[in-house]
Protein backbone atom coordinates (compact mmCIF):
# COMPACT_ATOMS: atom_id res chain seq x y z
CA UNK A 1 0.00 0.00 0.00
CA UNK A 2 3.08 2.32 0.87
CA UNK A 3 4.20 1.48 -2.33
CA UNK A 4 1.69 2.39 -4.01
CA UNK A 5 1.06 5.81 -2.84
CA UNK A 6 4.26 6.39 -3.21
CA UNK A 7 3.45 6.25 -6.54
CA UNK A 8 1.02 8.52 -6.50
CA UNK A 9 3.27 11.43 -4.98
CA UNK A 10 6.13 10.51 -7.37
CA UNK A 11 3.26 10.84 -10.55
CA UNK A 12 2.09 13.65 -8.79
CA UNK A 13 -1.43 12.15 -9.20
CA UNK A 14 -3.30 14.27 -6.87
CA UNK A 15 -3.92 17.21 -4.56
CA UNK A 16 -5.45 17.20 -1.24
CA UNK A 17 -7.95 20.01 -1.12
CA UNK A 18 -10.97 21.76 0.63
CA UNK A 19 -14.56 19.77 -0.35
CA UNK A 20 -15.69 22.12 -3.30
CA UNK A 21 -19.24 22.54 -2.24
CA UNK A 22 -21.89 20.88 -3.89
CA UNK A 23 -19.52 18.02 -4.50
CA UNK A 24 -19.99 14.46 -4.19
CA UNK A 25 -16.55 13.06 -4.49
CA UNK A 26 -16.16 9.67 -5.58
CA UNK A 27 -14.80 6.88 -3.44
CA UNK A 28 -12.12 4.81 -3.57
CA UNK A 29 -10.82 1.27 -2.80
CA UNK A 30 -7.85 -0.97 -2.37
CA UNK A 31 -7.95 -4.35 -4.38
CA UNK A 32 -5.62 -7.06 -3.77
CA UNK A 33 -4.37 -9.24 -6.64
CA UNK A 34 -1.57 -12.31 -6.68
CA UNK A 35 0.23 -12.11 -9.96
CA UNK A 36 1.50 -15.70 -11.38
CA UNK A 37 4.23 -16.44 -13.83
CA UNK A 38 4.34 -18.72 -16.81
CA UNK A 39 4.00 -22.13 -14.47
CA UNK A 40 1.17 -20.68 -12.25
CA UNK A 41 3.48 -19.69 -9.34
CA UNK A 42 2.91 -16.45 -7.41
CA UNK A 43 5.64 -13.98 -8.58
CA UNK A 44 4.33 -10.81 -6.85
CA UNK A 45 1.37 -9.54 -4.49
CA UNK A 46 -0.09 -6.59 -6.46
CA UNK A 47 -2.25 -3.86 -4.08
CA UNK A 48 -3.99 -1.01 -6.20
CA UNK A 49 -6.26 1.90 -4.97
CA UNK A 50 -9.26 2.47 -7.73
CA UNK A 51 -11.95 4.59 -7.66
CA UNK A 52 -15.36 3.66 -8.10
CA UNK A 53 -15.97 4.48 -11.08
CA UNK A 54 -19.60 3.75 -11.09
CA UNK A 55 -20.36 6.81 -9.33
CA UNK A 56 -19.11 8.75 -12.44
CA UNK A 57 -21.72 10.88 -14.02
CA UNK A 58 -21.38 11.09 -18.07
CA UNK A 59 -21.29 15.12 -18.42
CA UNK A 60 -19.80 15.92 -14.79
CA UNK A 61 -17.27 13.65 -14.36
CA UNK A 62 -15.46 12.14 -17.58
CA UNK A 63 -16.78 13.33 -21.42
CA UNK A 64 -15.17 10.77 -24.13
CA UNK A 65 -13.62 7.19 -22.89
CA UNK A 66 -13.09 5.79 -25.92
CA UNK A 67 -9.58 4.51 -26.77
CA UNK A 68 -8.21 2.11 -29.20
CA UNK A 69 -7.59 -1.63 -28.19
CA UNK A 70 -5.31 -3.69 -30.60
CA UNK A 71 -7.22 -6.36 -32.55
CA UNK A 72 -6.25 -9.77 -32.58
CA UNK A 73 -5.63 -9.96 -35.46
CA UNK A 74 -3.34 -6.91 -35.60
CA UNK A 75 -1.24 -9.29 -32.83
CA UNK A 76 -1.19 -12.32 -35.00
CA UNK A 77 -0.39 -10.24 -37.79
CA UNK A 78 2.43 -9.08 -36.01
CA UNK A 79 3.98 -12.09 -34.64
CA UNK A 80 4.12 -13.43 -38.31
CA UNK A 81 5.81 -10.46 -39.80
CA UNK A 82 8.56 -10.36 -36.78
CA UNK A 83 9.05 -14.17 -37.42
CA UNK A 84 9.54 -14.35 -40.90
CA UNK A 85 11.71 -11.08 -40.77
CA UNK A 86 13.61 -12.31 -38.09
CA UNK A 87 12.91 -9.27 -35.84
CA UNK A 88 12.82 -9.43 -31.80
CA UNK A 89 9.91 -9.37 -30.09
CA UNK A 90 10.28 -7.56 -26.71
CA UNK A 91 7.08 -6.66 -24.24
CA UNK A 92 7.38 -3.60 -22.12
CA UNK A 93 5.25 -3.77 -18.98
CA UNK A 94 4.39 0.03 -17.79
CA UNK A 95 4.20 0.34 -14.01
CA UNK A 96 1.08 1.85 -12.91
CA UNK A 97 0.14 3.07 -16.70
CA UNK A 98 -2.77 4.68 -15.61
CA UNK A 99 -1.21 6.92 -13.05
CA UNK A 100 0.64 8.69 -16.08
CA UNK A 101 -2.40 10.19 -17.94
CA UNK A 102 -4.15 13.39 -17.91
CA UNK A 103 -7.62 14.10 -17.40
CA UNK A 104 -9.16 17.26 -18.20
CA UNK A 105 -12.02 17.01 -16.49
CA UNK A 106 -12.14 18.21 -12.58
CA UNK A 107 -12.63 14.65 -10.43
CA UNK A 108 -12.26 14.89 -6.76
CA UNK A 109 -12.63 11.39 -4.87
CA UNK A 110 -12.11 10.53 -1.08
CA UNK A 111 -8.83 9.52 0.77
CA UNK A 112 -8.45 6.12 0.70
CA UNK A 113 -9.26 4.05 3.57
CA UNK A 114 -6.71 3.62 6.69
CA UNK A 115 -4.30 6.32 4.94
CA UNK A 116 -6.58 9.31 5.56
CA UNK A 117 -4.47 12.66 6.57
CA UNK A 118 -4.01 13.32 10.35
CA UNK A 119 -4.52 17.19 9.52
CA UNK A 120 -7.05 17.25 7.12
CA UNK A 121 -9.16 14.20 7.42
CA UNK A 122 -12.43 16.16 5.62
CA UNK A 123 -10.87 16.67 2.69
CA UNK A 124 -10.81 15.27 -0.46
CA UNK A 125 -7.95 14.73 -3.24
CA UNK A 126 -8.25 16.69 -6.54
CA UNK A 127 -7.08 14.39 -9.56
CA UNK A 128 -4.15 15.86 -11.55
CA UNK A 129 -3.80 12.46 -13.80
CA UNK A 130 -6.20 9.64 -14.47
CA UNK A 131 -6.66 6.67 -11.12
CA UNK A 132 -7.28 3.29 -12.21
CA UNK A 133 -11.35 2.71 -11.93
CA UNK A 134 -12.32 5.78 -13.76
CA UNK A 135 -14.18 5.82 -16.87
CA UNK A 136 -12.01 8.24 -19.23
CA UNK A 137 -8.51 6.65 -17.49
CA UNK A 138 -7.82 4.20 -20.42
CA UNK A 139 -8.68 7.09 -22.89
CA UNK A 140 -6.16 9.33 -20.96
CA UNK A 141 -3.25 6.66 -21.05
CA UNK A 142 -3.40 6.36 -24.80
CA UNK A 143 -3.32 9.90 -25.14
CA UNK A 144 -0.24 10.35 -23.19
CA UNK A 145 1.50 7.13 -25.13
CA UNK A 146 0.37 8.68 -28.52
CA UNK A 147 1.80 12.10 -27.65
CA UNK A 148 5.20 10.14 -26.74
CA UNK A 149 5.56 8.23 -29.33
CA UNK A 150 4.94 11.00 -32.03
CA UNK A 151 7.66 13.24 -30.46
CA UNK A 152 9.93 10.51 -30.63
CA UNK A 153 9.77 9.70 -34.72
CA UNK A 154 6.80 6.83 -34.51
CA UNK A 155 4.49 7.21 -37.52
CA UNK A 156 0.70 6.06 -36.34
CA UNK A 157 -0.97 3.75 -38.31
CA UNK A 158 -3.81 4.67 -40.71
CA UNK A 159 -6.06 1.60 -40.18
CA UNK A 160 -5.01 0.55 -36.70
CA UNK A 161 -3.90 3.42 -33.72
CA UNK A 162 -2.55 1.17 -31.67
CA UNK A 163 0.74 0.45 -33.95
CA UNK A 164 3.43 2.81 -34.30
CA UNK A 165 6.54 2.49 -36.72
CA UNK A 166 10.36 4.23 -36.22
CA UNK A 167 12.49 3.91 -39.39
CA UNK A 168 16.46 4.75 -39.37
CA UNK A 169 17.76 3.72 -42.83
CA UNK A 170 17.55 -0.02 -42.65
CA UNK A 171 16.05 -0.20 -38.79
CA UNK A 172 12.66 -0.17 -38.51
CA UNK A 173 11.03 -0.94 -35.22
CA UNK A 174 7.31 -1.51 -34.48
CA UNK A 175 5.08 -0.76 -31.35
CA UNK A 176 2.16 -2.51 -30.68
CA UNK A 177 -0.09 -0.57 -27.19
CA UNK A 178 -2.37 -3.83 -25.81
CA UNK A 179 -4.02 -1.15 -23.74
CA UNK A 180 -5.36 -2.44 -20.48
CA UNK A 181 -2.71 -6.10 -20.28
CA UNK A 182 -4.50 -7.68 -22.85
CA UNK A 183 -2.38 -10.57 -23.53
CA UNK A 184 -2.92 -11.10 -19.72
CA UNK A 185 -6.52 -11.00 -20.29
CA UNK A 186 -6.86 -13.93 -22.92
CA UNK A 187 -3.94 -15.81 -21.25
CA UNK A 188 -1.49 -15.40 -24.33
CA UNK A 189 2.08 -17.02 -23.74
CA UNK A 190 4.67 -16.09 -26.38
CA UNK A 191 7.67 -18.08 -27.15
CA UNK A 192 10.21 -16.60 -29.81
CA UNK A 193 13.20 -18.92 -30.96
CA UNK A 194 15.52 -19.12 -33.66
CA UNK A 195 13.47 -21.41 -35.68
CA UNK A 196 10.10 -19.03 -35.21
CA UNK A 197 7.44 -18.17 -32.56
CA UNK A 198 4.72 -20.05 -30.48
CA UNK A 199 1.71 -18.66 -29.24
CA UNK A 200 -0.62 -20.54 -27.13
CA UNK A 201 -3.25 -20.22 -24.29
CA UNK A 202 -2.26 -23.48 -22.48
CA UNK A 203 -2.66 -21.94 -18.74
CA UNK A 204 -6.02 -20.40 -20.41
CA UNK A 205 -7.13 -23.56 -21.48
CA UNK A 206 -6.39 -25.39 -18.18
CA UNK A 207 -8.32 -22.61 -16.26
CA UNK A 208 -11.39 -22.99 -18.04
CA UNK A 209 -11.65 -26.52 -17.95
CA UNK A 210 -11.50 -26.36 -13.71
CA UNK A 211 -14.00 -23.41 -14.13
CA UNK A 212 -16.50 -25.55 -15.94
CA UNK A 213 -15.74 -28.54 -14.00
CA UNK A 214 -14.29 -30.54 -17.20
CA UNK A 215 -10.86 -31.13 -15.57
CA UNK A 216 -12.08 -35.02 -15.29
CA UNK A 217 -13.49 -35.16 -18.42
CA UNK A 218 -13.06 -38.11 -20.97
CA UNK A 219 -10.94 -36.40 -23.74
CA UNK A 220 -11.94 -36.52 -27.39
CA UNK A 221 -9.88 -36.31 -30.64
CA UNK A 222 -12.52 -34.14 -32.21
CA UNK A 223 -14.15 -30.92 -31.37
CA UNK A 224 -17.37 -32.21 -33.13
CA UNK A 225 -18.54 -35.53 -34.70
CA UNK A 226 -19.21 -35.15 -38.54
CA UNK A 227 -22.58 -36.19 -38.36
CA UNK A 228 -23.67 -34.12 -35.55
CA UNK A 229 -26.48 -31.13 -36.53
CA UNK A 230 -27.44 -28.37 -34.39
CA UNK A 231 -30.63 -26.78 -34.90
CA UNK A 232 -33.39 -24.67 -32.10
CA UNK A 233 -34.00 -28.10 -30.73
CA UNK A 234 -37.39 -26.40 -29.60
CA UNK A 235 -38.48 -29.84 -27.86
CA UNK A 236 -35.31 -30.07 -26.13
CA UNK A 237 -34.88 -29.57 -22.42
CA UNK A 238 -33.67 -26.36 -21.42
CA UNK A 239 -30.30 -25.98 -19.39
CA UNK A 240 -28.91 -22.80 -17.46
CA UNK A 241 -28.69 -19.97 -19.98
CA UNK A 242 -25.88 -17.88 -17.45
CA UNK A 243 -23.35 -20.54 -17.69
CA UNK A 244 -24.18 -21.55 -21.08
CA UNK A 245 -23.21 -17.85 -22.22
CA UNK A 246 -20.22 -18.11 -20.16
CA UNK A 247 -19.14 -21.29 -21.80
CA UNK A 248 -19.23 -19.65 -25.05
CA UNK A 249 -17.56 -16.88 -23.78
CA UNK A 250 -14.57 -18.68 -22.43
CA UNK A 251 -14.13 -20.82 -26.09
CA UNK A 252 -14.98 -17.52 -27.68
CA UNK A 253 -11.27 -15.96 -26.36
CA UNK A 254 -10.03 -19.24 -26.75
CA UNK A 255 -10.13 -18.87 -30.64
CA UNK A 256 -7.13 -16.48 -30.39
CA UNK A 257 -5.32 -19.06 -30.58
CA UNK A 258 -7.41 -22.38 -31.30
CA UNK A 259 -8.55 -21.40 -35.07
CA UNK A 260 -8.99 -24.92 -35.05
CA UNK A 261 -12.38 -24.83 -32.81
CA UNK A 262 -13.76 -21.44 -34.17
CA UNK A 263 -15.88 -22.75 -36.79
CA UNK A 264 -17.33 -25.37 -34.01
CA UNK A 265 -17.70 -22.48 -31.31
CA UNK A 266 -19.64 -19.92 -33.53
CA UNK A 267 -22.24 -22.90 -34.58
CA UNK A 268 -23.03 -22.88 -31.19
CA UNK A 269 -22.86 -19.59 -29.88
CA UNK A 270 -26.01 -19.52 -32.44
CA UNK A 271 -28.59 -20.94 -29.45
CA UNK A 272 -27.23 -18.73 -26.22
CA UNK A 273 -30.95 -17.14 -26.48
CA UNK A 274 -32.40 -20.46 -25.86
CA UNK A 275 -30.04 -23.21 -25.13
CA UNK A 276 -30.85 -26.89 -24.90
CA UNK A 277 -29.30 -30.03 -23.40
CA UNK A 278 -28.08 -30.39 -27.09
CA UNK A 279 -26.45 -27.47 -27.11
CA UNK A 280 -24.80 -27.98 -23.78
CA UNK A 281 -23.40 -31.38 -25.15
CA UNK A 282 -21.88 -30.07 -28.06
CA UNK A 283 -20.23 -27.37 -26.26
CA UNK A 284 -18.73 -30.08 -23.42
CA UNK A 285 -17.89 -32.06 -26.53
CA UNK A 286 -15.61 -28.93 -27.56
CA UNK A 287 -14.19 -29.19 -24.12
CA UNK A 288 -13.12 -32.81 -23.88
CA UNK A 289 -11.40 -32.08 -26.93
CA UNK A 290 -9.53 -29.29 -25.48
CA UNK A 291 -8.74 -31.91 -22.66
CA UNK A 292 -6.98 -33.84 -25.37
CA UNK A 293 -4.91 -30.81 -26.63
CA UNK A 294 -4.39 -28.34 -24.04
CA UNK A 295 -0.99 -27.25 -25.91
CA UNK A 296 -2.15 -26.87 -29.26
CA UNK A 297 -1.16 -23.01 -30.54
CA UNK A 298 0.36 -20.87 -33.74
CA UNK A 299 2.97 -21.01 -35.07
CA UNK A 300 5.05 -19.09 -36.76
CA UNK A 301 8.11 -20.15 -38.57
CA UNK A 302 11.36 -18.25 -39.08
CA UNK A 303 11.45 -19.74 -42.76
CA UNK A 304 7.62 -19.05 -43.67
CA UNK A 305 6.60 -16.78 -46.28
CA UNK A 306 4.40 -13.93 -46.25
CA UNK A 307 2.08 -14.74 -48.78
CA UNK A 308 -1.57 -14.79 -47.83
CA UNK A 309 -3.44 -18.33 -48.35
CA UNK A 310 -6.81 -18.57 -47.71
CA UNK A 311 -9.17 -22.08 -47.57
CA UNK A 312 -13.00 -22.49 -47.82
CA UNK A 313 -15.28 -25.14 -47.57
CA UNK A 314 -19.40 -24.74 -47.89
CA UNK A 315 -22.35 -27.47 -47.49
CA UNK A 316 -25.40 -26.81 -49.78
CA UNK A 317 -28.64 -26.33 -47.65
CA UNK A 318 -26.53 -27.38 -44.20
CA UNK A 319 -28.72 -24.97 -42.28
CA UNK A 320 -31.34 -26.81 -40.28
CA UNK A 321 -32.67 -23.72 -39.89
CA UNK A 322 -33.03 -21.29 -42.67
CA UNK A 323 -31.61 -24.27 -45.12
CA UNK A 324 -28.68 -21.55 -46.19
CA UNK A 325 -25.32 -22.87 -47.25
CA UNK A 326 -22.64 -23.39 -44.02
CA UNK A 327 -19.61 -21.30 -45.18
CA UNK A 328 -16.13 -21.51 -43.82
CA UNK A 329 -12.85 -19.84 -44.58
CA UNK A 330 -9.67 -19.78 -42.60
Not at 5 to 25: A, G
Not at 274 to 283: I, K, L, N, Y
Not at 305 to 320: E, I, K, P
Request: charged residues 25%.
Amino acid sequence: MHEELENFERNHVCDLVETPPNCRPIGTKWVFKNKQGEHRMVVRNNVRLVAQGFCQKEGIDYEETFAPVARLEAIRILLAFAASKGFKLQQMDVKSAFLNGFIEEEVYVRQPLGFESARFPDRVYKLRKALYGLKQAPRAWYARLKSFLLKSGFVMGSVDKTLFLLSHGDEQRIWLSLMGELQFFLGLQIKQGLEGTFVHQANYTRDILKKFNMGDSKPMTTPMSTNTVLDADEDGETVYQKEFRGMIGSLLYLTATRPNIQFVVCLCARYQASPRTSHRQAVKRIFRYLKFTPELGLWYSSGSSLSLRGFSDADHAGCRIDRKSTFSTC
